[in-house]
């Protein structure tokens, strides 16, 4: 499945075969991915260029192909632990943020019916001084032949034409 070439530290010159052309050349054609875990970290023989993955020792080059399995168990519970912190603050944030619209939802209701209740009364204060609710009332505006409203008898002579205005219609009348 793998091929790992290695070998623990040593000198430059102990090192020297894994820089061989031939060997670089069959890595780089081989199929079958290729681990080199030679030397030490600052070692970097050639074959580090071509090969699929470069350990940094061969300790470490095997445990990437055969990983601890306990470690890998840890690993997963602590991915799931994670991920299930992610998703409940991501719930609590969104229910908190529904909450918020469904309150302010309840307040913009009751602001509306304020807001109605409001409009109600003014529409019935606006009525309740309007000349015609007075009209309906049984009161008549008199005016005069120009439209201008008596306010006084002062205001007409005997014999003058008026206008009487009722709720429904209007009269004419002359001033005795």
Same mark, same amino acid.
């Given at each position: ?8 530290? !040593? ?7 894994? =820089?061989?052309? !031939? ?16 030397? $030490? ?7 580090? @260029? ?35 912190? &992610?998703? &409940? ?10 909450? =918020? ?8 209701? $009751? ?9 109600? $009364? ?6 309740? @001084? ?21 306010? =006084?008898?002062?205001?007409?002579? =005997? !014999? ?13 009348? &002359?001033?005795?």
């Amino acid at each position: 499945d793998v091929i790992i070439i290695t070998r623990g530290g !040593g000198s430059f010159e102990d090192l020297l075969p894994f =820089s061989d052309e !031939g060997l670089v050349r069959l890595a780089a054609s081989c199929k079958t991915p290729i681990i080199s875990a030679i030397g $030490h970290e600052k070692d970097s023989p050639l074959l580090d @260029l071509v090969a699929d993955y470069r350990a940094s020792t061969p300790t470490d080059a095997g445990k990437k192909v055969v990983p601890d399995l306990n470690e890998e168990l840890a690993f997963i519970d602590s991915l799931q632990m994670r991920a299930k912190r &992610t998703l &409940t603050m991501r719930l609590e944030r969104e229910s908190d943020r529904i909450k =918020s619209l469904f309150n302010r939802r309840i307040a913009f209701v $009751h602001r509306i019916k304020l807001a109605e209740e409001d409009l109600q $009364h003014l529409l019935a204060r606006v009525r309740s @001084l309007s000349p015609q609710s007075t009209l309906e009332r049984g009161y008549a505006v008199v005016q005069r032949q120009d439209g201008k409203a008596l306010r =006084s008898a002062k205001d007409v002579a =005997s !014999g003058d034409s008026v206008r009487i205005r009722l709720a429904a219609d209007s009269v004419e009348a &002359t001033i005795k």
